[in-house]
């Protein structure tokens, strides 16, 4: 089965009330074949991503998004976040080896202070607001609050009865961190940052959401969830988690910051446990996502007003603890090959590559052949590609000669970085055809 190279444009011109909406990804780094920040950076320029969430503030990935316009959110790990919310001066510190060291190459917009932490780290929820306000002074003390947004993802487990929208409202027992956490982000002109999984709340709705529901697909009228209060409908969970996070914070007279979404997706694989965890699903709730999204279509409650998204993720993280679907939530694996491809066609500027159009890397006929042996070394060493498929006995051996075998393993290094230019050169003996060089039994990636 030809493999399908997936092209999709995350980010365009779809005005709303406040800015562009856009779509970003999350990237995670728990691979055992984690690809090198230049080849993270070559999958983002090839697949037009401009936005992006990191983890942390990993200073190779940094350096490698310099120069490149993508938007970066990046992140104060967990286990940082007491340090820096007990002492301004480590708040400081932190700013300038992790912010100041980079800026103005690379493009920080924002810094998410810890993940979920009134959730998964309640211990630390007293200082989570004083780590916010020493960060931002920071910012303050270096001119860069005005760039640079501080903020903190949240679960969406932290809004209670989140059906119907209306009726929903922060726990209790978070307002006492709540309130002052709104009033800093609007002091400062910050965003709500909320985790949205209508995959969690549909595998633990024992049946009550309906699966079309989760995955945004069409519902007759009568299928609708109607808010009773509002008479509002929703024909999505996205929308509904959303505009419960809207009125929860109305519950606590915050009526002008923006809920943006720093995570959400949907697993392409599970066990027999999480069956709807496939990569059917995956493509459906991640396509109908972008589609949403970037149509500015709004929520009920906020209709026409962007809920810019990133995707969780990028990469399929194979090293995460947890059941099968935990390590599923890509969008690529690590060699750069798309899980699956969007179903992204006739989404305006959104496109799905034309596989009429195929392209291949091979070695230039002609070249010296101590060049092309050497750029063949380089691809099946420090280049990751793949090159078991060239052993005796393996389906690419014949024919045995280096043009051949080197011609196989271009192709893989070229398709693994997503067709980004320049990565079709090998020192200039290799070359970009249109004819599929693939032979039996030997497929080349390009297919």
Request: charged share 15%.
């Amino acid at each position: 089965m030809d493999l399908l190279i997936l092209v999709f444009v995350l980010l365009v011109s779809a005005s709303s009330a406040h800015e562009d909406a856009f779509v970003g990804v999350n990237i995670g780094t728990e691979l055992s074949d984690m690809p090198s920040p230049t080849q993270v950076v070559a999958l983002l320029k090839a697949q037009q991503i401009h936005h992006v969430r990191l983890f942390d503030t990993d200073r190779e990935m940094l350096l490698a998004l310099a120069n490149t316009g993508i938007r970066v959110i990046v992140s104060v790990p967990n286990d940082q976040l007491l340090g820096i919310g007990q002492s301004n001066a480590t708040a400081a510190n932190w700013v300038s080896h992790n912010i100041l060291a980079h800026v103005p190459a690379t493009n920080i917009t924002s810094i998410a202070v810890g993940s979920e932490v009134l959730t998964t780290l309640p211990n630390a929820a007293s200082i989570l607001v004083s780590a916010m306000e020493f960060i931002h002074s920071a910012l303050v003390a270096s001119g860069l609050d005005s760039q640079i947004k501080v903020s903190t993802p949240h679960s969406s487990l932290i809004i209670q009865f989140s059906f119907p929208p209306s009726h929903a409202f922060f726990n209790y027992s978070w307002v006492p961190v709540m309130a002052p956490l709104l009033k800093f982000l609007q002091s400062t002109g910050s965003f709500f940052m909320l985790n949205v999984y209508p995959y969690y709340n549909y595998r633990q709705s024992n049946g009550k959401i309906a699966l079309d529901y989760a995955l945004f697909r069409p519902l007759p009228p009568n299928k609708e969830a109607v808010d009773t209060n509002t008479l509002l409908h929703y024909t999505n969970v996205f929308d509904a988690i959303v505009d419960a996070a809207y009125f929860s914070l109305s519950s606590l007279n915050v009526t002008n910051i923006p809920v943006v979404v720093t995570e959400s997706g949907w697993p392409s694989k599970g066990d027999s446990s999480d069956p709807d965890a496939t990569l059917d699903n995956a493509n459906t709730y991640n396509s109908n996502l972008i589609r949403h999204v970037l149509n500015t279509t709004g929520t009920p409650k906020h209709p026409g007003i962007a809920i810019n998204t990133y995707i969780y993720e990028l990469y399929n993280e194979d090293l995460r603890s947890g059941p099968i679907f935990e390590k599923n939530w890509g969008l690529f694996d690590a060699n750069g090959v798309p899980v699956y491809s969007l179903h992204l066609t006739g989404s305006g500027t959104l496109l799905s590559n034309d596989t009429t159009n195929q392209t291949f890397c091979v070695a230039k006929e002609g070249a010296d052949r101590k060049l092309v042996q050497a750029a063949l070394d380089w691809a099946c060493g420090p280049g990751k590609v793949d090159c078991s498929p060239l052993l005796q006995g393996n389906p690419c051996y014949e024919p045995d000669t280096v043009v051949a075998h080197a011609s196989y393993a271009f192709d893989a290094y070229y398709h693994r970085m997503a067709m980004a230019e320049g990565t079709c050169n090998f020192n200039g003996v290799a070359t970009i055809t249109t004819k599929d060089p693939s032979h039996r039994p030997c497929i080349f990636p390009g297919r």
